[in-house]
């Protein structure tokens, strides 16, 4: 299970707190992994956490990038084998997290044991665990309630959970947002109605933005998203008619968006920072390439936008 493999993630990295610069509690038994809120945080904490994200079903690494193309040295690349679970089952950011005052966007294998995400009932995307993991992307630590909200949403008892948190202006949190390429891409043809059960090999790559300062949110947020909608490079392998792919393969790419063009934190101003308002196509990678293992055909769309880029990095 990957709730299993993500929470003995969690452990493991408890281990290591001087050398991720985290800091780890318990609230209730529960695991509390700060990642980024009130330290530092590391590249490695944010490999860790994208992992997690991912229940441990990708392999996820920090790679040299053309700076000049994609203003950054480096990228954080994806690799899986089994991308519907890992990414649509694990890494999507499918649960908004509220108890009282505290909000955050929820990810990894826990969304699973939750079970009441739409994505995750039509892709029969359920685990019935004895320990669970996932990731909160926030600013602000959970308090005991949000803990005990958790867990008891999953079915299990508090000290049956991990969390790991930090805010997307984070290094740690950079790291584990931008390696979101590959869950983009099979999000957004989960909408356009392509069967992503036939996906059956991924491969993404999206450069590594720098983190925003502190107190800067929304152009944490920004950079972040940025890296994907006018950086990410997907391949996808797939299995199946022609036909399926070639019906949606020109609309995945985040330029078949009416909102494409600009960086991210001046489209979400004006939609008054209210996601939902974002076209939802607009959330996918620059470029996405599927590569049909049943008619060996290859279909490629999207570009790289550098200007945007280098105006959303503060180049």
Not at 202 to 209: H, I, R, S
Request: charged share 20%; hydrophobic share 45%.
């Amino acid at each position: 299970m990957l709730n299993h493999e993500a929470y003995q993630l969690c452990v493991r990295s408890t281990a290591r707190c001087e050398t991720l610069r985290i800091a780890t509690t318990e609230i209730d038994g529960a695991k509390l992994i700060d990642a980024g809120v009130s330290v530092t945080g590391s590249t490695e904490a944010g490999l860790i956490m994208a992992r997690v994200c991912l229940g441990d079903a990708a392999e996820v690494t920090i790679v040299n990038e053309n700076a000049d193309r994609f203003c950054s040295d480096v990228s954080v690349m994806v690799r899986t084998d089994n991308p519907v679970r890992a990414c649509l089952g694990g890494q999507y950011a499918g649960w908004p997290v509220s108890v009282d005052k505290f909000f955050a966007m929820g990810s990894g294998p826990m969304r699973m044991a939750r079970g009441r995400e739409a994505v995750l009932e039509q892709l029969g995307l359920i685990e019935s665990p004895d320990h669970i993991a996932g990731v909160l992307e926030s600013g602000t630590l959970p308090t005991a309630d949000v803990m005990q909200a958790i867990a008891a949403d999953c079915g299990v008892a508090p000290d049956r959970l991990a969390i790991m948190i930090a805010p997307a202006g984070s290094l740690a949190g950079t790291v584990q947002v931008v390696a979101r390429s590959v869950e983009t891409a099979l999000h957004k043809l989960h909408e356009l109605d392509f069967d992503v059960q036939t996906i059956f090999s991924a491969v993404g790559v999206a450069p590594l933005a720098p983190p925003a300062k502190p107190s800067d949110t929304i152009g944490g947020i920004g950079r972040t998203n940025d890296a994907i909608l006018y950086g990410g490079r997907v391949t996808l392998w797939v299995d199946c008619e022609q036909d399926a792919v070639d019906a949606v393969a020109e609309s995945v790419p985040s330029s078949a968006s009416k909102d494409h063009g600009r960086p991210f934190a001046a489209i979400f101003k004006d939609y008054e920072y209210d996601f939902y308002k974002v076209d939802p196509h607009l959330f996918s990678p620059a470029v996405v390439q599927i590569i049909n293992r049943r008619t060996g055909k290859s279909r490629r769309f999207g570009s790289i936008e550098t200007d945007i880029l280098r105006a959303s990095f503060g180049l």
